[in-house]
């Protein structure tokens, strides 16, 4: 399964910090920020991608973001 996000993250250092914790919420997957791309992409690949959890923990951090069709 592969999810992608619309986000307003745009500093790499904070794409790095979240990229932590997500690692931490799903180990199984492959996660990672275009932050080139104008909608500033997040992209997990796994056996299974929560989309609520990843919104959630974006928010707790202060971060927004949305799925992409």
């Known amino acids: 399964m592969v999810e992608v996000f619309k986000t307003n993250v745009q500093e790499n250092f904070n794409a ?3 990229l932590h914790h997500l690692r931490q919420k799903f ?9 080139d791309d104008c909608d500033r992409i997040l992209r997990l690949e796994g056996p299974s991608v929560c989309s609520v959890t990843v919104a959630e923990l974006l ?11």
Do not use: S, V
Request: glycine fraction near 8%; proline fraction near 4%.
């Open 16 to 18: 790095e910090y979240l």
């Open 27 to 35: 180990p199984e997957c492959r996660i990672n920020f275009d932050l």
């Open 59 to 69: 928010g707790i951090h202060g971060f927004t973001c949305a799925i992409l069709d």
